[in-house]
């Protein structure tokens, strides 16, 4: 029983190194080309279940993917940055180097912002629901903070030890029953190899 997680593709937040939270940003066209490449990758590994994000870029990464209309789960959001939500990463890192490395490892929440163990707990809670209401593989199109969650509650990887993930990859926990407490990690950060010319609009 695996849970299939998918970053959706780059957005021109992301392109900009932008914060996004919550916020929402279109996919870039990069992030198109990344999420149809990963398509065939998704469909072969034929998961049982398909489940999203709410947000945008997630949806137009399901789109894209070729799942059509599929159920989303505020759950599987990404965190709440408060006040940071749109600010340029290495512009926070220069002014507030401590804070954003204390963010990075789950101890400093931004004002207005969403605690880790808050975040930790209803990525959990989703994906516990994945394993119980589904009886073969669940494939999640998520964000890269949702992946970082799951691997801290399931695998016990603290935050800041976690890589981040690559827009437009998957990594693969595996559970030995809808009940199991951890996980074995399968795969982390995989995609197609990518061609040598850009995939077509």
Known sequence: MRVILVRHGETTWNAEQRLQGQDNAPLSRRGVQQAKRFALLARALAPARVVSSDLGRTRETVSLLGFGDVPTDTRLREIDM???TGRIKPELEAEQREDYLAWRAGTFTPKNGET???FRE????AIRDCLQHCAG???AVVHGGVIRAACH?????PPSRVVPV?????TILSFTSADASSARLEAYN???AAPDHDAPD
């Open 153 to 157: 509650e399931f695998l016990g990887l």
């Open 190 to 192: 995989i995609a197609p």
């Open 137 to 139: 593989d669940t494939l």
């Open 116 to 118: 880790w163990e808050a």
């Open 166 to 170: 690559t827009p437009g990859t998957a």
């Open 122 to 125: 209803r990525v959990a809670a």
């Open 82 to 84: 408060g006040e940071w």
